[in-house]
């Protein structure tokens, strides 16, 4: 070994720069220990040799081959000259699975692990040095893989034989963002980016449910690193997925009969295996949040009052912390223990990355058609849901026949990695098809009237409603109260008394949209704009002339616009909202979302600390009296009151937390259990006959196993739309009947729109669709069509058909002009009209 005297105590591996042929792929893995190849005459072809960080069995295995600093010393401070000699070197350790296993590795521990954000850190700057090391390296590593899968691929079984293929995950391969995806590799051609990990994934699928644990196991513990997840290996496991369906959505067979396009979706082993990659990316995902989940020690299982076994909180993490913070430790008193608050909900999976970082964002471009995908969901996957460690648990990924299992083969069963753009879609298509369902129920007693010399009933095929701007409410209630559940399956026809128009859809958008703004109107009784916050929240005392039945109306004219695809109402209703209907747990971000004073005064609660050393139990006792002496509580409180939003309106009483709780101070030992029931107070229970009102009416119309796959955020999503307007992307989408996409008066056109206050873009948004929110996936899904009505001399406003979302504008002679016409049309217009 050259070096020091120190350095030439290590033993030293020799790499050949090149494979010799005939000689075993593994003979430098195998070498026993103490046994190094000395020098470049032992061995030909020439070798390099490469000074080892960590001493011989410090790692597993019987040999040390390349670290991290070493590879950043060899291949970025070097001359040039020696430069390519080293990346031979390395790509050579690429080559040997066996060699790469014990490879960088952190120097100096019992327990070989990779130090994969030093590794990607140096192979990105490599690549990014030398434009043609990244196919070199890519090259090398295809060659190490086919080495693993020519193997006994059902003995890769352990963490030290599946570290090569956390290494090759981190081989830089993306590709720039404006290149086309690469084309299928062809028999006996080079080896493209993506082969390489399709390569992986075909190699992942084969392997036994032990080595997919084990490699997702290796790859939360040792690539755990946020930054190494998220920046590297996700994003390239993710474009591989996103490039086969992109390949897929090509393919001439996908504009065939239904069923053979369901059966030939089923037949694309690369896109699958892509998916699966990438649900075992997930699990590792939430593994590693797992290991890095902090341990409370003082957490005490307890039994609350209902008789639920809880941590002694609400809410699962969230509120253990408050309990852990509150010092409610095994050698305090019993007290606490029965003022645990019950859990209430189900905790989500906690994950290291966000859920964006894995979603195909190629299913919202429309590569798959959501009819496709619906049957897909429904024949193979049985409307059910597959977890990311189900993936990886699954015994067999394949059968005699070498065929995926059919529930697999669905991306709405993998509900992680999918849009909610595309869930959208999907969910429309179901809607639609409900609609028909229900509409061919009355198809055939109206063909035998009409057969029999009568006339059919147009009505009896929707559900009809007619209602007046000027009492809206009341009409509305009246009919939806007369109506049978199977009225509100059919599709929504609205009309306006006394208005002119053929509903196809706006004047049924028009409806919702001026209907939510007086339902959840303070006004109205049923909901009330909380303080701080703006958002709108259940009241806990009814309005005048209020029942509880009311709230089911809301819920199923909130389930009504979901059914009937409407963009989404402009109702500001919170978060913690569609938590409770899909049944999950709410956090304290929750309660400072909707009421943000209240969750302030809790941290202050429980922030508070008192003056001497609780250590002992007459401090303790200290703490107790000086707790209560500054803040005098006791477990009682007022509902959140209307407050500003109705200023007629009485406070309501306070009312006790638990037993005896207007008698009953807080104390220091107990603070953790007061926020925790404070919360429950304040979200669940205070609300609680006011929300099962809603969430009855809600399922009675939006029952469907389709949004089990939604989370609460993207029911958020599809219910409220989108309320920033990205005028931008509503150009995008847009299309010409007259014009050209960038003729100078239709660039005016969208500079004077872009001009607009946010207000004045609401109000064109509704003139021009019938609805002033954005739908989930995005403006540019609206497809605004613009057509050429008219030239100067022209006094005519623009005039929208909003069944359409078509703008009729005519060309006028001047920006100004444009710009004041428009502003006239979208200000002063109201109801419909036919012409």
């Known amino acids: ?75 970025t401070v070097t001359p040039t000259a020696s430069h390519d000699e080293h990346l031979q070197a390395l ?225 699962g993490m969230e509120d253990a912390k408050e309990a852990g913070r509150a010092g409610e430790g095994p050698n305090e008193s019993t007290s606490s223990v029965s003022l645990a608050a019950p859990v209430i909900g189900q905790a989500r999976t906690a994950s290291l990355l966000d859920a964006s970082a894995f979603q195909l964002f190629s299913l919202a471009e429309g590569f798959i058609p959501p009819e496709v995908e619906f049957w897909l969901f429904q024949e193979h996957a049985q409307f059910r849901q597959i977890t990311p460690g189900e993936v990886v648990d699954e015994p067999w990924w394949s059968d005699a026949a070498s065929m995926l299992p059919r529930r697999f083969c669905s991306f709405m069963a993998h509900a992680n990695l999918v849009p909610v753009a595309f869930k959208q879609r999907v969910l429309q298509v179901e809607n639609v098809l409900r609609q028909r369902l229900s509409q061919e129920q009355v198809l055939w007693p109206q063909a035998e009237m009409v057969l029999s010399g009568g006339r059919a009933d147009p009505s009896a095929f929707y559900f009809m409603l007619s209602v007046s701007r000027t009492d809206l409410l009341r009409a509305t209630f009246a009919q939806m109260y007369s109506a049978s559940p199977v009225d509100l399956r059919r599709p929504l026809r609205v009309e306006f008394v006394g208005e002119e128009a053929v509903d196809e859809g706006g004047v049924m958008r028009e409806f919702f949209r001026v209907l939510s703004s007086e339902l959840f109107a303070p006004e109205a009784g049923l909901f009330f704009e909380a303080e701080g916050s703006r958002r709108l929240w259940f009241s806990p005392t009814l309005g005048p002339g209020r029942q509880l039945e009311d709230y089911w109306m809301v819920g199923v004219i909130v389930a009504l616009a979901v059914y009937n695809n409407h963009p989404g109402l402009d109702v500001p209703l919170p978060s913690v909202l569609f938590k409770k209907l899909k049944g999950e747990q709410t956090t304290n971000e929750d309660l400072a979302q909707l009421f943000p004073d209240h969750a302030r005064s809790l941290e202050a609660i429980l922030a508070w600390t008192p003056s001497e050393p609780t250590d002992t139990e007459a401090g303790r006792q200290a703490a107790d009296r000086e707790f209560a002496d500054t803040f005098c509580l006791s477990f009682c409180l007022s509902p959140p009151s209307p407050g500003s939003s109705q200023p007629n309106a009485s406070p309501p009483p306070e009312q006790p937390l638990c037993q005896d709780g207007e008698d009953r101070p807080v104390l220091f030992r107990d603070r953790g259990c007061f926020a925790a029931r404070a919360r429950q107070f304040l979200l669940h229970t205070s609300v609680q006959p006011q929300f099962e009102s809603f969430a009855r009416g809600f399922r009675h119309v939006c029952n469907s196993p ?107 002679s001047s920006t100004e002009k444009l710009r004041a016409m428009l502003v006239t049309a979208v200000e002063w217009t109201e109801g419909f009209g036919l012409q």
């Open 91 to 315: 790509c050579l350790a690429l080559a040997r699975p066996s060699v790469l296993n014990a490879s960088f590795c952190y120097p100096g521990l019992r327990t070989a692990r990779l130090d994969a954000a030093g590794l990607c850190r140096t192979l990105a700057v490599v690549c990014a040095r030398d434009e043609a090391a990244g196919p070199r390296l890519l090259s090398a590593a295809a060659e190490g893989l086919a080495l693993l899968s020519d193997g006994s691929v059902e003995d890769l079984v352990q963490r030290d034989q599946l570290r090569a293929l956390a290494i090759y995950l981190c081989i830089p391969a993306r590709r720039p963002p404006s290149a086309p995806p690469p084309p299928p590799p062809t028999a006996g051609g080079a080896r493209a980016p993506r082969s390489l990990l399709a390569g992986i994934a075909h190699l992942v699928m084969r392997m036994p449910a032990a080595g997919r644990i084990a490699l997702r196991d290796l790859l939360a513990d040792e690539c755990g690193d946020m930054r190494v997840l998220r920046d590297f290996i996700v994003p390239h496991v993710r474009t591989l997925a996103d490039d086969a369906i992109r390949n897929t959505g090509q393919q001439p067979w996908l504009a065939g009969a239904l069923w053979e396009v369901v059966n030939q979706l089923q037949l694309q082993r690369p896109l699958w295996e892509a998916v699966l990659l990438l649900q075992i990316l997930a699990s590792a995902s939430e593994e590693a949040a797992r290991l890095l989940r902090p341990v409370d020690a003082n957490a005490s299982v307890v039994s609350s009052p209902s008789g639920d076994v809880s941590l002694g909180n609400s809410s």
């Open 706 to 812: 389709l949004f089990d796959v939604l989370r609460p955020e993207e029911l958020e999503a599809i219910v409220a739309g989108q309320t920033d307007l990205d005028f931008s992307s509503l150009r995008q989408g847009a299309q010409y009947e007259g014009f050209t996409p960038n003729e100078p008066y239709i660039e005016s056109f969208w500079q004077v729109l872009e001009g607009f206050a946010m207000p004045r873009k609401r109000r064109f948004l509704a003139f021009c669709t019938g609805s002033d929110v954005a739908p989930a996936q995005g403006l540019q899904d609206l497809r605004l069509l613009v057509q050429r009505h008219g030239e100067e001399p022209t006094s005519r406003l623009p005039v929208a058909h909003t069944c359409f979302n078509l703008l009729l504008l005519p060309r006028y």
């Open 1 to 75: 070994a050259a070096g020091s005297s120190r350095a030439a105590a290590i033993p030293t591996v020799a790499v050949p720069l090149r494979a010799k042929e005939g000689r075993d792929s593994r003979d430098l893995g195998e070498l026993e220990d103490g046994q190094v190849v000395a020098s470049a005459q032992a061995v030909s072809p020439p070798f390099v040799l490469l000074r080892p960080i960590v001493q011989p069995g410090a790692a597993p295995c019987p040999f040390v081959a390349l670290s991290v600093p070493r590879l950043t010393s060899l291949l």
